[in-house]
């Protein structure tokens, strides 16, 4: 078994935290690989902290948390580099019963690929992330109670080669293992905060792509815990610094393979196919920002305008707006979904892009004018502001007629509530920030 002797497994909650089990290679073999394990369906049903969220209808007390099977797809069997002897896979997930659990993300994700198939288009996509390297190992910034961060690098030094250099003992390890791994990154650079940096993947099929995406965020946290640093990928890490994002590429190609957005009479503009994708982009990304921006922390990356969109706009290569049009007369012809921060689930973030692109197709929609701005300010011609805060995501996904289409009632609901809860242990919170403006004045 070239020497492998452990399989890591693991399925993504709604969260993007990839969770499984470590399994003896034999055991692996003899009963895993083809019949899945057993683990209980509290994954589903507990927050970021692991702490069960009471009054859910899918599972709770009222069931005793059973069990669901983790199957393993064994196209994402993988070596790990960093960890000789082990190779990991993604499973899908199923219930007793045998049926697929459509609460599981890559569930999600895999309908959405199967709905644009049947409208004659191969969904292809690419992520890009940006995250913090911080001095210290977790254990030791979890000590200090998470204060007095310190990034592994200061200032700004966005794509100085120089700077980057320095840190590629680590940065570089990343891309060399992760491409080792099967995940390909075409590049990484300094970003726009200390300490924060941007990895680009190569493009693939949806659901591979976001396979890569989940992978990339898991590896890059294993990595630099081996070389005594904690990588974040929170969306707002200081109020001082640059948010991190994890914008998305995508586009479509047809029956023939060949790429839908594609425009040889005008490579300065999109298909009309990719208009449609992307008018449906605009109009439904309001019922998918609790997916695009999915905790508390979400929205304060987008609460002022720097290259975070803070309206429900579009323009051709322009960096300010939410969905980005980039236009060419060939394959490299795509949209980018710049909403979502990096701390958003890749599958979810892919799927509900997907669900209101095809949205889009299917109404034969036209999108607004594109923006007219002159920076990073509110001066966008005929556009609404992004949503900002979780309580209204949450009520406006609920009440989406498109979000209950394409991810289903039941996932709605239940993510819905997930979510709430995120928002009721924020409101019940004492921060740093109340003691030191309350404190001695009231």
């Known amino acids: 078994m070239n020497g492998i002797h452990t399989f890591k497994i693991g399925a993504v909650d709604l969260d993007g935290i990839w969770r499984g089990k470590r399994v003896a290679a034999d055991y692996f073999v003899d009963s895993v690989a083809d019949k899945g394990c057993f683990i209980s369906n509290i994954l589903f049903a507990w927050d970021v902290l692991d702490e069960p969220i009471p009054g859910l209808e899918y599972t ?45 993300p890559r569930d999600v994700l895999r309908s959405l690929v199967q709905r644009s198939e049947a409208l004659g288009y191969r969904p292809v ?67 726009y905060g200390p300490g924060q940096f941007e990895v680009n993947i190569h493009y693939a099929d949806a659901l591979s792509a976001a396979d890569s995406a989940m992978l990339l965020k898991h590896s890059v946290k294993e990595i630099a815990n081996r070389h005594g640093y904690t990588a974040t990928f929170i969306a707002k890490l200081n109020s001082e610094w640059s948010g991190s994002s994890g914008h998305v590429h995508l586009s479509l190609e047809d029956e023939h393979g060949e790429p839908a957005f594609a425009n040889p009479g005008n490579p300065s503009a999109l298909s009309e196919i990719g208009l449609q994708f992307m008018a449906g982009l605009i109009e439904n990304a309001p019922d998918f920002m609790a997916t695009y921006l999915p905790n508390m922390n979400s929205y304060k990356r987008v609460a ?139």
Not at 81 to 91: D, F, L, N, R
Not at 152 to 170: C, E, L, P, Q
């Open 60 to 104: 709770g007390s009222h069931t005793g948390y059973p069990d669901i099977n983790f199957r393993p797809d064994m196209s994402t069997l993988a070596l790990v580099p960093w960890e000789p002897g082990v190779a990991s896979v993604i499973c899908d997930v199923f219930e007793r019963d045998g049926s697929p659990l459509d609460l599981s």
């Open 125 to 191: 996509a690419a992520y890009e992330f940006e995250f913090y390297l911080l001095k210290g190992a977790a254990d030791d910034l979890a000590a200090r109670g998470w204060r007095e961060l310190e990034p592994i690098s200061k200032g700004h030094h966005t794509y100085s080669i120089v700077r980057d250099s320095g840190v590629d003992f680590i940065i570089g390890d990343i891309r060399r293992q992760l491409a080792e791994y099967g995940v390909d990154i075409e590049a990484s650079n300094g970003e």
């Open 304 to 442: 002022r305008a720097e290259f975070s969109p803070t309206t429900m706009s579009w323009a051709v290569d322009n960096r300010f707006v939410a969905m980005r049009a980039i236009p060419s007369a060939g394959p490299a012809a795509r949209v980018e979904n710049r909403i979502a921060g990096a701390d958003a689930n890749p599958y979810l973030v892919i799927a509900a892009s997907l669900a209101s692109g095809l949205s889009g197709l299917e109404n034969k929609s036209v999108p607004p004018p594109a923006a007219s701005c002159d920076g990073p300010t509110e001066a966008k011609t005929g556009t609404t502001a992004v949503t900002m805060t979780l309580a209204d995501a949450i009520t406006q996904m609920t009440s989406s007629t498109v979000a209950r289409k394409f991810f289903g009632d039941r996932f709605v609901d239940h993510y819905a509530a997930i979510r709430r809860w995120e928002v009721e242990q924020s409101a019940a919170a004492v921060t740093d920030w109340e003691i030191a403006r309350y404190l001695e004045p009231i």
